[in-house]
């Protein structure tokens, strides 16, 4: 696998006053990008592992963060230490394969969280939303999370490698702090 320095893009708004909107064209058709959404063997690649998302109902995502880092010797940060190992209970509202993927985020704590995939040619166009934000720093906080777990997504597909995932987050975090305005 190629290594690459994975580049912070901030394609990120507030698209209504709890949800935020992230946009990422991936290298790969729908049906792929799917599988990377639902299959928690693949998933865990990029975000979190867990179980699969079959359909309508229970999944569970399990906080994994370790298997994000292509360099062996990366420390877990202190600040996420706390939520290391632990497992969400999430449901699937809606599945439509492969367009719509609507899940809760951190057992409906956090609102939901939708995917959109647009096929364009060989590639797709892959929308997130994630609404339902009641923190004050939930915008920033989930905001530099998701922008980090789709970059390593975006560069897990295109076949290069992730050497840091928590100073690519540390970063991301901040450029969504600038892009928000928050």
């Known amino acids: 696998m190629a290594e690459t320095a994975a580049q912070i893009r901030v394609p990120i708004e507030r698209s209504a ?10 290298d790969a058709p729908p049906e792929t990008v799917w599988r990377y959404l639902t299959e928690a063997d693949l998933r865990r690649r990029w975000f979190m592992g867990g179980t699969d998302a079959k359909g309508v109902g229970e999944f569970q995502l399990l906080i994994d963060h370790d298997r994000l880092s292509d360099d062996p010797d990366v420390p877990y940060p202190e600040s996420y230490a706390s939520s290391r190992g632990a497992v969400w209970t999430e449901k699937v509202a ?7 993927l609507e899940t809760t985020f951190q057992g409906g704590k956090n609102g939901t969280v939708t995917y959109e995939l647009f096929p364009e040619g060989q590639k797709t166009r892959l929308v997130l939303t994630h609404s339902g934000i009641t923190s004050p720093s939930g915008f920033q906080d989930f905001g530099g999370g998701w922008n980090s777990h789709l970059t390593v997504l975006e560069e897990r597909l295109a076949g290069r490698g992730v050497r840091n995932f928590w100073d690519l987050h540390a ?3 901040e450029e969504v702090r600038k892009a928000l305005g928050s």
């Open 94 to 100: 809606r599945f439509d394969p492969p367009r719509l």
């Open 171 to 173: 970063r991301s975090r």
């Open 17 to 26: 006053p709890d949800a935020i909107r992230l946009e990422r064209l991936l």
